[in-house]
Nanobody, 123 residues
Framework: QVQLVESGGGLVQAGGSLRLSCAAS????????MAWFRQVPGKEREFVAA????????YYADSVKGRFTISRDNAKNTVYLQMNSLKPEDTAVYSC????????????????WGQGTQVTVSS
């Protein structure tokens, strides 16, 4: 497993932007598919975005497509989530996740997780 630590969350007004970072240690993420999930209390964890280790392709939930961008810097062992045009419904705890091999939409397939970072979007 790889150890993951998120940062960059905070409070922002609707329409604003935030950039989340996920710093990995212990292993190189170059062979890991990486993803961001989010969760609101009382609701299930929701897929946000993923980056495939092999092709570099990216995948997004429909709710964030066109507003969020996932990227990775394998040299820095870090994954990012650029969030633009934020909406109050984007408020959640955002967690970074990793898995060896292909990406997945289901959080159960990821075995490395960060502790999460709170993102709050005010209206």
């Amino acid at each position: 497993q790889v150890q993951l630590v998120e940062s960059g969350g905070g409070l922002v007004q609707a329409g604003g932007s935030l950039r989340l970072s996920c710093a990995a240690s212990g292993r190189s993420i170059s062979s890991y598919s990486m993803a961001w999930f989010r969760q609101v209390p009382g609701k299930e964890r929701e897929f946000v975005a993923a980056s495939s280790w092999s092709s570099g392709s990216t995948y997004y939930a429909d709710s964030v497509k066109g507003r969020f961008t996932i990227s990775r810097d394998n040299a820095k062992n870090t994954v990012y989530l650029q969030m633009n045009s934020l909406k109050p419904e984007d408020t959640a705890v955002y967690s970074c996740a990793g898995r060896r091999g292909g990406y997945a939409y289901n959080s159960n397939y990821y075995d490395s997780w960060g502790q999460g970072t709170q993102v709050t979007v005010s209206s």
